[in-house]
């Protein structure tokens, strides 16, 4: 039989909670480790949508990116939203883990398959961890950057929509700028411009970025390829449950089929 705890020491090596940023909430959020399981369900974000997912398809193991809850409470009451789902999922007696930034980090992470995707070289560490006191840090840190062959940013973004199957995106930049050292982000990550910036990055690609944040980069001389915050992790979780049920072949693994982003095109 599988516990919750076989699962939990599984994402642990897939993506080490040691790589998670100091502020994020990583690892088993709800439920029991000794928890025996059969079904798990993958998502971007623990919603109502999902949760009643999970409850139909007697999920006892919801793997979410997007950790559930995220900041400490001092209630769980049915009086609010958060407080509902956590309730519901109690008695359903299903259990939540999220990796968030440490699988965005991982060395098969997030970050790292967009790079793959877009067929970057020489993929690296956006900002790697220096820990002169140990190896194994070595290759690992936020984000990725990488280079590309000769393309425009306008290629780049068409590339991009090709591999992560998304009608539009949002650039900020010439788009006829040919682009040599390309950073990745994933999810909101604007907060890395500056970053990218001083790697020599001709781009940073990221889901999302303030206004203000999309100022700065052009005051900077850097573009920006926002894919959607959805876009740029969702399809993380697909092949994260695919790992799964190749490592736990005795168990049934899915990627929510309800979940969607709540950003429409019209």
């Not at 040599?180 to 890395?192: D, M, N, P, Q």
Request: proline share 3%; hydrophobic share 40%; with cysteine.
């Amino acid at each position: 039989m599988t516990s919750v705890g076989d699962i939990c020491k599984a994402l642990g090596q897939i993506a080490p909670v040691c790589l998670a940023a100091e502020w994020d909430n990583v690892g088993l959020l709800v439920g029991d480790r000794k928890s025996v399981v059969t079904h798990i369900m993958t998502c971007l974000t623990v919603t109502p949508e999902t949760v009643a997912e999970a409850i139909d398809k007697q999920a006892g193991l919801i793997v979410t990116h997007h950790p559930f809850p995220f900041a400490p409470l001092k209630t769980i009451t049915t009086d609010t939203n958060l407080g509902t789902m956590l309730w519901q999922l109690a008695q359903a007696g299903i259990s939540v883990y999220s990796a968030h930034t440490a699988f965005d980090s991982a060395v098969l992470g997030i970050n790292q398959q967009i790079a793959a995707g877009l067929n970057l070289k020489d993929i690296k560490p956006l900002e790697p961890i220096n820990d002169p006191q140990s190896a194994a840090t070595e290759g690992l840190g936020t984000g990725r950057c990488g280079t590309v062959e000769d393309a425009s940013l306008a290629e780049l973004g068409q590339r991009a929509k090709s591999v992560f199957n998304i009608e539009s995106l949002h650039i900020v930049g010439d788009s006829e700028r040919r682009l040599t050292k390309v950073g990745i982000a994933c999810g909101s990550a604007g907060e890395l411009i500056r970053c990218a910036s001083r790697q020599g990055c001709d781009v940073l690609i990221t889901g999302e970025a303030r206004f203000h944040t999309c100022l700065e980069a052009r005051a900077l001389g850097i573009a920006m390829i926002l894919l959607g915050h959805y876009a740029s992790e969702r399809f993380a979780l697909d092949h994260l449950a695919a790992t799964l049920a190749d490592q736990f072949s005795e168990l049934t693994v899915w990627a929510s089929t309800d979940e969607e982003d709540p950003l429409t095109l019209h």
